[in-house]
């Protein structure tokens, strides 16, 4: 199970952090990643990070400004989101799955095999 918080309302320039929180499989062994999907458009995978190996991806769209990290003591994901944009308004989903290929493979393809409900950010301008 994934639980995500941490969206919210901002203006543009601001920062946010979602949290993804994980329980009832072998956090270690799961690759999880942060996907969204703006009204219109396809789930796009943004920023992903490896399991036992820590290993990250981030989409060009958000490469500088997001950062993705793992907690293993709490089985918690954050993604800091920093100079938001209006066209970073989405619904943020966290998904994991168990990977034996390089990270970037999962975020692009945004298939997982557990998802956690979706949180919403807004960029206002």
């Known amino acids: 199970q994934l639980q995500a918080s941490g969206g919210g309302l901002v203006e543009a320039g601001g920062s946010l952090r979602l949290s993804c929180t994980a329980s009832?499989?072998?956090?270690?062994?799961?690759?999880i990643g942060w996907f969204r999907q703006a009204p219109g458009k396809e789930r796009e995978g943004i920023s992903c990070?490896?399991?036992?190996?820590?290993?990250?991806y981030e989409a060009d769209s958000v490469q500088d400004r997001f950062t993705i990290s793992r907690q293993h003591g709490s089985n918690t994901v954050f993604l800091q989101m920093n100079n938001l944009k209006p066209d970073d308004t989405a619904v943020y989903f966290c998904?994991?799955?168990?990977?034996?290929?390089?990270?970037?493979?999962?975020?692009?393809?945004?298939?997982?095999?557990?998802w956690g409900q979706g949180t919403l950010v807004t960029v206002s301008e």
């Open positions: 998904g994991t799955k168990k990977i034996d290929t390089w990270v970037g493979v999962f975020c692009r393809e945004a298939e997982a095999d557990y």
């Open positions: 990070i490896g399991g036992s190996d820590g290993l990250t």
């Open positions: 009832g499989f072998a956090f270690n062994e799961y690759a």
